[in-house]
T-cell receptor, first 115, second 115 residues
Framework: AQKITQTQPGMFVQEKEAVTLDCTYDTSDPSYGLFWYKQPSSGEMIFLIY??????QNATEGRYSLNFQKARKSANLVISASQLGDSAMYFCARVGPNQGGKLIFGQGTELSVKP | DVKVTQSSRYLVKRTGEKVFLECVQDMDHENMFWYRQDPGLGLRLIYFSYDVKMKEKGDIPEGYSVSREKKERFSLILESASTNQTSMYLC??????????????FGDGTRLSIL
């Protein structure tokens, strides 16, 4: 099966510091997309950022950026200037062609921001 | 804003009952999905639908069925609820993925307990 792996079940970061959440994926498709979602304790899934496999530049959205290393099949999420409200579960997910838009999710990383 | 609405945030049912989880989206999305979320396992796809009356099995369809009679509504049915179906259920919708930023939009989730 084509998997998504998030190797950090839980992480701590000090408020205002940057943090990197790891994600590696396994695919044989040349065309695919990678998504990061945030899930606060309230349960809703919030879309953060997207990277396409053919995108020339790493994606950025405000304090979120994606460190995309295609050859290594990794798509790490970088959160700059962490805030207390960033404490949540974070999920990496992949979509590929001819799959009906299905997302394959990693197991998630629980991020805790310390004041 | 895209709105995906799940009929219940919390639901308690008894073993053997037939359980219906309803999901409605207001963005005319072709694709709709039902996921199950359990700690340490991430989100796992139960069923998805890419058109009215069309459905495809996901990774864990056993014990579940779905119905999509109208484009905006996708129902998940637990034919005979069992305690191992106690979980968080998330519904999502999207347009078909076409190598661009087209995230799935999620409902707030239903925490289902089977006693």
């Amino acid at each position: 099966a084509q998997k998504i792996t998030q190797t950090q079940p839980g992480m701590f970061v000090q408020e205002k510091e940057a943090v990197t959440l790891d994600c590696t994926y396994d695919t044989s498709d040349p065309s695919y997309g990678l998504f990061w979602y945030k899930q606060p304790s309230s349960g809703e899934m919030i879309f953060l950022i997207y990277q396409g496999s053919y995108d020339q530049q790493n994606a950025t959205e405000g304090r979120y950026s994606l460190n995309f290393q295609k050859a290594r099949k990794s798509a790490n999420l970088v959160i700059s200037a962490s805030q207390l409200g960033d404490s949540a579960m974070y999920f990496c997910a992949r979509v590929g062609p001819n799959q009906g838009g299905k997302l394959i999710f990693g197991q998630g990383t629980e991020l805790s921001v310390k004041p | 804003d895209v709105k995906v609405t799940q009929s219940s945030r919390y639901l308690v049912k008894r073993t053997g009952e037939k359980v219906f989880l309803e999901c409605v989206q207001d963005m005319d999305h072709e694709n709709m999905f039902w996921y199950r979320q359990d700690p340490g396992l991430g989100l796992r796809l139960i069923y998805f639908s890419y058109d009215v009356k069309m459905k495809e099995k996901g990774d864990i369809p056993e014990g579940y069925s779905v119905s999509r009679e109208k484009k905006e509504r996708f129902s998940l049915i637990l034919e005979s609820a069992s305690t191992n179906q106690t979980s968080m259920y998330l519904c999502a919708s999207s347009t078909p993925w076409g190598n661009s930023n087209q995230p799935q939009h999620f409902g707030d989730g239903t925490r289902l307990s089977i006693l």
